[in-house]
């Protein structure tokens, strides 16, 4: 792809984001498709979204309960991460990450339209910060699929 990208040059730089953006996207299906490949129990969709639904059914297969029961512990646990986050606590889940609240400040901003300068309110945001073990899973993903595409061909 970086020949693409290089080769491309010449015509500008309209053509160079898209090639970017089709690499990305290339990058973010080979993700989806590996993760949907280690999780043969959620039906395979259009689209690279994982639903709420999808969620409960797939944790309903993973604990070998029933969908009532997993869709009852899933909004349990909702309802726990937002009550933490409301008081101002950090939510901490070893090996995945942290969910906490993050402060924004009080700024000036400009009304786009008219150029008049307003007041942008301080605000409070719930953050997510992933774990180093969980970035070096998802991360493994893209090796994985490549190692597993080199054994097929190897196969042939």
Known sequence: MQFFIKKTRI???KVKNFWKNL?????LCVIMHAARQSMPYIKKKEGIFLKKADFIKATAAKAG???KEAQAVVAAAHEVIKAALKKGDTVPFLGFGTFKVSNRAARTGRNPQTGEAIKIAAAKLPTFKASPAFKEFINNIKKA???KKAAAKKKK
């Open 23 to 27: 690499y990305a996207k290339l990058n």
């Open 145 to 147: 699929v490549a190692a």
């Open 11 to 13: 015509f500008g730089k």
């Open 65 to 67: 309960v029933t969908q």
